[in-house]
């Protein structure tokens, strides 16, 4: 996997005399959570994620649904279910049974089985919500020739050569996305108040915990990374790069369409086309 992402050069921006702003690029890759980023003016600097990888993994999938490559966005939108299970079982057994960010890196790197994930996954589900037959997702619908559900769907693709309809991975999109933000936002840490309007998000809190495991690790100060002061890095835990908009609480009942989604995935691709386009220009000259 890799996506472009781009933020103001901090270097830059610690220059009293620089009056410009200057655009960095860089790549997200396996090379977690950093990130090297490079500006217009030649500086190297690290970015820190705090953004989930299935994230950027579903706005793959509507990058190639614009462009028409379907059996491409199908694959990315499966491909961010299965790092959403992933993410949600380190984020139950990080708050809820205290395992650290680097104990779980290394346990679910050893699992490249899909259905070894998915048996993780159904049983933090269970011991998080008393439920883990995940009937939410096992009996979506994708309407067709013949009727399937996703998984039915899945492994006529990946096993028997299916190739789906444009409406088929319209579909499946739409639906995962529906099903992440949901479990997403009602997925709570172990400290949240019953009381509390405003829940945290368990996900978010296992990335930011990652990130300060990663700072402690490199001997690097996380607080004066987070406030600038520390030019070598800088960290992106905005929802600016992707459509999921997971820093922000959406209302279930009311949530965008696919069409909006690919507008809004539209969005982001012109601007860090024309951002690069930028960069290396001003490199060249």
């Not at 009056?19 to 396996?30: D, H, K, P, R």
């Not at 998080?128 to 006529?156: A, H």
């Not at 997971?246 to 965008?256: A, G, K, R, Y």
């Amino acid at each position: 996997m890799s996506f472009k992402i781009n933020c103001i050069c901090n270097i830059c921006e610690s220059i009293p005399e620089n009056t410009q702003i200057s655009f960095a690029i860089g790549y997200v890759e396996n090379l977690e959570p950093e990130v090297k980023m490079k500006c217009s003016n030649g500086h190297v600097f690290t970015a820190l994620l705090q953004v989930p990888k299935f994230a950027f993994m579903f706005e793959n999938g509507l990058t190639a649904f614009n462009k028409g490559f379907y059996i491409e966005a199908f694959s990315c939108f499966y491909s961010a279910i299965e790092l959403f299970r992933i993410d949600f079982s380190s984020a139950y057994f990080h708050s809820y049974e205290n395992k650290s960010v680097n104990e779980l890196k290394k346990h679910f790197k050893s699992i490249k089985i899909s259905e070894r994930i998915y048996g993780i996954y159904k049983l933090a589900l269970g011991l998080y919500s008393g439920d883990s037959e995940d009937k939410e997702f096992t009996t979506i619908k994708i309407k067709g020739n013949k009727n399937k559900n996703i998984t039915e769907l899945r492994n006529l693709v990946v096993h028997a050569g299916h190739i789906p309809s444009k409406n088929e991975v319209e579909q499946v999109g739409y639906s995962i996305y529906k099903y992440i933000i949901k479990i997403y936002q009602t997925f709570n840490i172990k400290e949240h108040d019953a009381d509390d309007p405003f829940p945290w998000p368990a996900i978010m809190q296992y990335y930011f915990d990652s990130i300060v495991e990663y700072c402690q690790e490199n001997i690097l100060d996380y607080q004066d990374i987070s406030q600038n002061k520390d030019s070598r890095y800088t960290i992106i835990a905005s929802d600016t790069y992707t459509g999921l908009k997971l820093n922000t609480v959406l209302e279930i009942s009311n949530l965008p369409t696919f069409k909006d989604l690919l507008e809004i995935n539209k969005g982001h691709n012109i601007n860090k086309d024309v951002t690069e386009k930028i960069v290396n220009k001003e490199i060249a000259i």
